[in-house]
């Protein structure tokens, strides 16, 4: 830990130049750069190119550097990004919402961002950097302006969402759902629950309100008996569904009060997270019509339920993560889905640990019982052998080039290390 007269003397610094960078590639002028080290990297290595592109400060662990006008050395420059956004969040009384969950995160804080802006100044995550450096960047990027955050967390061990609880603070918080993401790194399911819970836990902690899917009995049953709840679901708001909608578009269309919302974004399992954007924008009184105004102007992206068109196929590019759950889920979607010509292209599901070879074995059987003509890539699912399998995108775009797929709506979904993005259909 930094002495607190240090860290204010740093946060005075930053008060005057605000802008935080970890990257050299991404300098913004009269920024503080931190040097961060990972197994792969060492930012102190970069320090005087940071300032060489512009940076005022640089907090680096380099202490050759100690008497450089524009270095600031430090013993562990992680602790001190993690206490000055610390330091920064006591600054504000303002609501700060955590999200978290083994699925649709990432979506459903998009959802909530787009729906409370219509009312709101907000500060938010960009992207998916919710971690141990995303969450401090985020809390830093809190202004005097800003009405409203809204953080999300993600985890790949047992104590690191109640660790970035520490950091955010929430008064709010919402989890998407339990599933098995990154077991591998948690060691079992009910280690999962253990560490999702603590952004409840946080949220009570602090006195503050938590939404929960109505629907969702394993969250319902971890927040019984805390007063302030918030539910949300299908059955509470009263949503319908088209009857055309199955046999129209791949887009989500429902029926709320009465009124059709259609939406950019595929597969029903996407209306838990729309409804827990209408759930907090109704709680932070956003207006109804402007609710179902930024639930329609949403438009996913980074390959998240992203549908696109690409020659004459039409893509559902679902492949920045996956996982049983989502992988279940999206399949799902396309078996009810009414194209004449379906196809899935899944790439193997990555840090599932003892229980990966049964959870692959289990999306082949799905496939089959579904009758989804499916290309499965990466070694998992070829060491059950399926119809058609290869070990990467490589061997697979060779198969293309000879057997090229045209006409057809094509699902797309695999962890990112297996790198579907080089598909080339």
């Not at 990432?106 to 938010?124: D, G, N, P, R, S």
């Not at 057997?403 to 259909?425: A, D, F, Y």
Request: charged share 20%; aromatic share 8%.
């Amino acid at each position: 830990m930094i002495k607190e007269d240090r860290l204010k003397s740093i946060y005075e610094l930053y008060l005057q130049f605000p802008n935080i960078c970890t990257d050299t590639r991404e300098i913004i002028p009269n920024s503080i750069f931190f040097c961060l080290k990972g197994e792969s990297f060492d930012g102190n290595v970069f320090a005087m190119t940071a300032i060489e592109k512009g940076a005022a400060f640089v907090v680096t662990e380099n202490y050759n550097l100690q008497n450089h006008p524009q270095c600031i050395c430090v013993d562990d420059a992680l602790s001190v990004l993690q206490q000055l956004s610390l330091f920064h969040r006591r600054q504000y009384s303002i609501p700060v919402i955590g999200i978290t969950g083994t699925n649709g995160k990432t979506t459903t804080k998009e959802l909530i961002v787009a729906v409370l802006q219509k009312k709101y100044k907000v500060a938010y995550t960009k992207g998916n950097l919710n971690n141990h450096i995303g969450v401090p960047l985020t809390l830093l990027s809190i202004r005097d302006t800003d009405e409203v955050a809204v953080v999300e967390m993600g985890a790949n061990h047992i104590d690191e969402i109640a660790q970035l609880c520490r950091l955010a603070l929430p008064n709010y918080g919402l989890i998407t759902n339990i599933g098995t993401a990154h077991i591998e790194g948690f060691g079992s399911f009910e280690n999962i629950v253990i560490a999702k819970r603590a952004l409840f836990d946080s949220v009570r902690a602090h006195q503050g309100t938590f939404f929960v899917n109505a629907q969702d009995e394993l969250l319902c049953k971890i927040t019984q008996g805390y007063e302030s709840l918030i539910y949300y679901g299908e059955k509470i708001f009263e949503i319908e569904y088209p009857k055309e909608e199955k046999l129209l578009s791949p887009f989500l269309s429902f029926i709320f009060h009465k009124k059709k919302i259609q939406t950019h974004l595929t597969g029903r399992y996407n209306m838990n997270n729309i409804l827990a954007a209408v759930a907090i924008g109704s709680y932070f009184k956003v207006s109804e019509n402007d609710i179902v105004s930024a639930i329609e102007e949403y438009t996913p992206k980074n390959n998240r339920s992203q549908i696109m068109q690409q020659g004459s196929n039409m893509i559902i590019a679902d492949f920045y993560n996956a996982n049983p759950s989502s992988m279940e889920v999206a399949l799902t979607n396309l078996a009810e889905l009414a194209h004449p010509n379906k196809l899935a292209i899944l790439g193997e599901m990555r840090e599932l640990g003892e229980v990966s070879s049964t959870e692959h074995e289990k999306i082949i059987h799905r496939c089959e019982h579904l009758h989804i003509d499916t290309i499965f890539v990466g070694p998992e699912f070829c060491k059950h052998h399926p119809k058609l399998s290869f070990d990467n995108v490589e061997a697979m775009n060779d198969y293309l080039q000879k057997n090229p797929i045209t006409e057809k709506l094509i699902l797309i979904k695999g962890s990112r290390g297996v790198h579907l993005e080089k598909i080339q259909i």
